[in-house]
């Protein structure tokens, strides 16, 4: 950071050229063109030094669940994408592996999937601090008190309380191994010298594609789904495979890898952002800057409306927009930021506007599911 700071204290460039019109017309050419190369690129750098404010944001999650803060968890079946099930068939197949998995037993690869699965997604749902979460022990629990007969999601709900389910399918999960001969250049033992070899490589790949259900307890109704799909694969000569990964923590670290944008599709999350403000000669402008960089957004603010309403200076304009939205107040943001553009209808200044709209219906959404 001391470099770029450096760069912004000194935005000219002193450009000294030894002038021999005769014997280095040429290379001064060179030199000047050099020379002008590095300005441009100084300058570049400076034009990038305008201050950033770091802000949290809170975002609403892409699927409004805010009257659906239980969730009960069912099993993630493995069905073959060639295989065409129903989600109605799906939900009786889930409640089949529930009291399936209570009988215990040598599980297979497939088994292992299916149950990392679950265990993941009533980690990452609670982690959010959004959701309760009642897992597949507590449902079969319940179930049992009761007849297992005839049960559907809402009487699943009604027996642990949840106003919703989540269950799903892994339809993808395939892992193999492809052999390649490849021509490398090999340090000979003996000569020490460069000789070509064929080398066999061995690369391990595995593939896992999963859908999951949210399904509203008190209609049976699903309400929402979505699906992921990716792979992995790691590479070894072929003496070397034993230290090929285990196909199982394959399939585990692709799913791990979904985990993020399901918190993100079912809960509010955080994200850091910056705010960076426009650059401007004036010396209330300076001091300005110099309040917002100490964290004073109050009396920066103040200094900016005052240059605005003085003189329409864009730059004051844009940046008391920015610092309103920053101390909290959006809207006075967005109704400055309009009068901005109407004055100085640029493009830089058009994109921050539609930006902060953006903000606006984000944070009505986002009141919505914490409400």
């Known amino acids: 950071m001391k470099g770029e700071e450096l760069f912004c204290k000194y935005t000219t460039v002193r450009l000294k050229f030894s002038v021999e019109k005769e014997r280095r017309g040429s290379l001064m050419k060179r030199r000047f063109a050099g020379s002008l190369l590095v300005f441009f690129v100084l300058y570049g750098v400076c034009t990038g030094c305008a201050t950033k404010i770091p802000v949290k944001v809170t975002k609403p999650a892409e699927i409004n669940m805010a009257s659906t803060r239980k969730i009960a968890l069912l099993d993630f079946p493995y ?169 199982l923590e394959m399939y585990k670290g692709i799913i791990d890898s979904f985990m993020s944008q399901v918190a993100r599709q079912l809960a509010p999350y955080r994200v850091q952002e910056a705010r960076r403000l426009m650059k401007d000669k004036n010396p209330q402008m300076k001091a300005a800057d110099r309040y917002v960089k100490g964290g004073i957004y109050d009396s920066a603010l103040d200094i900016y409306l005052d240059v605005w309403k003085s003189s329409k200076n864009v730059a004051a304009g844009y940046n008391a927009a920015i610092l309103y939205e920053v101390t909290g107040d959006l809207d006075a943001g967005i109704t400055l930021m309009k009068q901005v553009v109407d004055a100085h209808p640029e493009r830089r200044i058009m994109k921050e506007y539609n930006r902060m709209l953006n903000a606006k219906q984000e944070q009505e959404r986002l009141l919505k599911q914490l409400s």
């Open 79 to 247: 069905v073959p994408k060639h295989e065409t099930i129903t989600a109605e068939d799906l939900f009786k197949l889930a409640l089949k592996k529930l009291f399936k998995s209570a009988l215990g037993g040598m599980k297979t690869i497939q088994e292992e999937v299916e149950e990392y699965v679950v265990e993941r997604f009533i980690l990452t749902l609670v982690q959010t601090n959004y959701f309760h979460v009642v897992g597949t022990q507590e449902i079969r629990e319940e179930l049992e008190r009761a007849s297992r007969s005839d049960v559907d999601a809402v009487r699943i709900g009604k027996a642990v309380g949840a106003q919703a389910i989540i269950h799903g399918e892994i339809y993808l999960m395939k892992a193999w191994d492809d052999e390649t001969v490849e021509m490398e250049d090999r340090e000979d033992s003996i000569t020490n010298q460069n000789v070509k070899v064929a080398v066999t490589w061995v690369t391990r790949r595995a593939e896992i594609g999963l859908k999951y259900y949210v399904v509203n307890t008190e209609t049976g109704i699903i309400i929402a789904n979505r699906s992921f799909e990716s792979s992995s694969e790691s590479r070894e000569e072929k003496e070397n495979t034993h230290y090929l990964p285990d196909p």
